[in-house]
């Protein structure tokens, strides 16, 4: 069974920086696309960023698109969301997830194969 370990939220300051990341074990981590994705409760899921399997194709969310970069490192089965210029509006929990198939943009509601519990992030203004 794949699991997924998200880690690295926090408080931070509206300006600041944060990295998340997200270990995977029970699976080979390189025939995954992973992404992550952010919510709010009693709002919408959100798509944040995805990256492909081997080649390090990306894509990101509207909201976040220059401010947040995802890296993967297949040899430590882990994927990595660093944040910066956090805004409050990017105050939500961050899930961690994978799929066998690669996409740029994943719908918000993309039912992918496995999925991470989530990290709180908080950003005060």
């Known amino acids: 069974q794949v699991q997924l370990v998200e880690s690295g939220g926090g408080l931070v300051q509206a300006g600041g920086s944060l990295r998340l990341s997200c270990v995977v074990s029970g699976g080979t981590f390189s025939q995954y696309a992973m992404g992550w994705f952010r919510q709010v409760p009693g709002k919408e899921r959100e798509f944040v960023a995805a990256?492909?399997?081997?080649?390090?194709?990306?894509g990101y969310g509207d909201s976040v698109k220059g401010r947040f970069t995802i890296s993967r490192d297949n040899a430590k089965n882990t994927v990595g969301l660093q944040m910066n210029n956090l805004k409050p509006e990017d105050t939500a929990v961050y899930h961690c997830?994978?799929?066998?198939?690669?996409?740029?943009?994943?719908?918000?509601?993309?039912?992918?194969?496995?999925w991470g519990k989530g990290t709180l992030v908080t950003v005060s203004s």
């Open positions: 990256i492909s399997k081997t080649d390090g194709r990306t």
């Open positions: 997830a994978a799929d066998r198939f690669f996409s740029g943009k994943y719908p918000a509601n993309y039912d992918m194969d496995y």
